[in-house]
């Protein structure tokens, strides 16, 4: 079964930038879909972004221009460049793996000043 540890979070001023690492143990990342959510207090857990296997990307509209999705297959990890961060972005975030049912635990980001 393929483990994935979310790591890089913490607390940044609006504006700031942060990049959070999904690494993935037993299965090569290049393999994937690599999804990031996020899961704000007493929210949803909603669509963050994702890479394919292919490379292709994708993002939801509230990040555009301002997270960047990419993939080490040599580290086996997919990092999450967020910059110009709002309050908004608050959130435990988390990645997963083709949209199925593995989890890690998440990384807390917390936007403010």
């Known amino acids: 079964q393929v483990q994935l540890v979310e790591s890089g979070g913490g607390l940044v001023q609006p504006g700031g930038p942060l990049r959070l690492s999904c690494a993935t143990s037993?299965?090569?990342?290049?393999?994937?879909?690599v999804v990031w959510y996020r899961q704000a207090p007493e929210k949803q857990r909603k669509f963050v972004a994702h890479?394919?296997?292919?490379?292709?990307?994708n993002y939801a509209d509230s990040v555009k221009g301002r997270f960047t999705i990419s993939r080490d297959n040599a580290k086996n990890t997919v990092y999450l460049q967020m910059n110009s961060l709002k309050p908004e972005d608050t959130a435990v975030y988390y990645c997963?793996?083709?949209?199925?049912?593995?989890w890690g635990r998440g990384t807390q980001v917390t936007v403010s000043s």
């Open positions: 890479i394919t296997n292919a490379g292709s990307t």
């Open positions: 997963n793996l083709n949209y199925g049912p593995n």
């Open positions: 037993g299965k090569s990342v290049g393999m994937y879909t």
